[in-house]
């Protein structure tokens, strides 16, 4: 008799040009992450043949939430639960050796992970569920996730449609601008969660930010700022050679509006979102308005007049 698997998690790399699922047979079993190498022929290929196995003693019992990749990294997102969390997991494979053993982190969080993506250089940028967006870079000594850094005051926009605006269509009260600390609205019983996307457009780091409040994305150009140099102190140093040297103060990630998409009609009830960099597309799967249907929105994120329902 064959094991029934159900998928928990995908994601896909555009950058290596794989795409990941985590797999499990059934509740309290180990899961297994699997690499699907994606042809020219769109045929897919399994890298190891069933996957690797992610055991329960590595995410401490925990539940995988999120699951990303840049490059080649693939990182496993782990939490108690959605309602009570205060530690996360990170699990970090390497496409090229996922029969080996993981990297492993931990941090602390305060409030829900909803969405993560990875960018260069092993940085992630989480979102959780009070609409803040994190980063941090991963390393096994548990690392610390920071604001994302806005450059400029990002302002809400008037997302009514003009050509059906009336007298007696209701206006909604705009949302407090994005200043400083780049975050978005949280969901509501109407509104669900927002979602993040990533890729490179002309070699340049992009991060797409859904925000369903708003009925927009909003795309940023991201870069790493410098780490400031920390001081060493009695409670914070560590020896090593026999020499007292400071950890490094952990670098932030800086973000520069460079577009948003606005429409409450095409951009309505998003659910999931994927970069496509052959096209320097963003796939939308959204809601249709007054209908239980799904639509496919292809916005070309390299366009300043980009967005459309897919045919």
């Keep these: 008799m064959r094991l029934v698997t159900k998928v928990i998690l995908l994601t896909s790399d555009t950058q ?5 699922t985590l797999t ?18 769109g045929k897919l290929t399994e890298k190891v043949n069933n996957g690797t196995e992610v055991k329960q003693d590595l995410i401490n ?16 997102i782990s939490a108690s639960s959605q309602a009570n969390q205060n530690q996360a997991t990170l699990l970090n494979y390497q496409v090229d050796k996922l029969g080996n053993e993981p990297t492993k982190s931990e941090i602390s969080i305060s409030t829900g992970l909803v969405s993560a993506v990875a960018l260069p250089d092993k940085q992630l940028v989480l979102l959780h ?3 803040q967006l994190k980063s941090l870079h991963f390393t096994p000594s548990k690392p610390s996730e920071n604001g994302v850094v806005v450059q400029q005051t990002v302002n809400t926009p008037w997302f009514q449609d003009a050509q059906t605006f009336t007298a007696a269509t209701p206006i909604a009260t705009p949302t407090t601008p994005i200043v400083k600390f780049l975050t978005i609205p949280p969901p509501t019983a109407q509104t669900p969660q927002s979602l993040l996307s990533a890729g490179l457009i002309n070699k340049v780091p992009h991060l797409f930010v859904v925000d369903n409040t708003n009925h927009r994305v909003l795309n940023f150009v991201v870069t790493p700022n410098a780490a400031p140099t920390a001081s060493a102190t009695p409670n914070n140093n560590s020896v090593v050679g026999g020499r007292v040297v400071a950890p490094s103060a952990p670098a932030t990630l800086s973000a520069r509006l460079e577009q948003q998409y ?5 951009v309505s009830g998003v659910k999931s979102s994927a970069f496509d960099p052959r096209l320097n597309h963003l ?7 007054n209908s ?3 639509n496919q929105v292809d916005i070309n994120v390299s366009s300043p007049t980009a967005c459309s329902k897919a045919p």
Excluded: C, E, F
Aim: aromatic share 10%; no cysteine; net charge positive.
């Design 61 to 76: 019992g925990q539940t995988p939430l999120l699951l990303t990749a840049w490059g080649g990294d693939i990182y496993v």
């Design 16 to 20: 290596s040009q794989y795409l990941y």
């Design 24 to 41: 499990s047979a059934k509740t309290g079993a180990n899961y297994r992450l699997h690499a699907y190498k994606m042809l020219q022929d």
């Design 292 to 294: 239980a249907a799904s």
């Design 283 to 289: 796939h939308l799967l959204a809601g249709a308005k």
């Design 129 to 131: 569920s009070d609409g």
């Design 262 to 266: 606005v429409s409450a009609n095409v």
